[in-house]
């Protein structure tokens, strides 16, 4: 196998755990009985937006290495990176009618902030992958 191929190998594997850490902990948000879970994870880290701002990071940077988006079109990537902040709104709007939980659009708005800066890290790795 080559150094290359055991890289991405690697890279997806890494996702893949990470992507699942990111499912579990929404998971656990969902359900009132867990997210008391959660609750002394979310302290230990910084609070509730830290939280939102690695959520709002981690899930379209899996999702996107996952779905080898860095293989596709421009157009392809936008539209793919274009859709997270549609969804973190939605998820806002809906948890406005769940019973245990609140919308803040503060939250949006740090989720926003992780995306941003997996867009910008998405952006800069497409700058050096062109120079090398």
Not at 103 to 128: E, H, R
Request: net charge positive; hydrophobic share 50%; aromatic share 10%.
């Amino acid at each position: 196998m080559q150094t290359k191929s055991i890289k991405l190998l690697l890279l997806e594997v890494i996702a893949v755990l990470v992507l699942l850490a990111v499912i579990s902990l929404l998971l656990l948000q969902a359900n009132p009985d867990t997210v008391k879970l959660i609750k002394p994870w979310q302290r230990a880290i910084g609070g509730d937006h830290v939280l939102h701002v690695g959520v709002g990071a981690l899930l379209p940077l899996t999702l996107g290495v996952l779905s080898r988006a860095y293989q596709r079109s421009i157009r392809f990537q936008c539209a793919f990176f274009a859709v997270f902040p549609l969804c973190y709104g939605i998820d806002e709007f809906v948890q406005s009618f769940t019973p245990h939980r609140e919308s803040n659009w503060g939250d949006y708005g740090m989720s926003l902030l992780g995306w941003s800066i997996t867009v910008l890290f998405w952006l800069l790795l497409k700058a050096l992958r062109r120079r090398i």
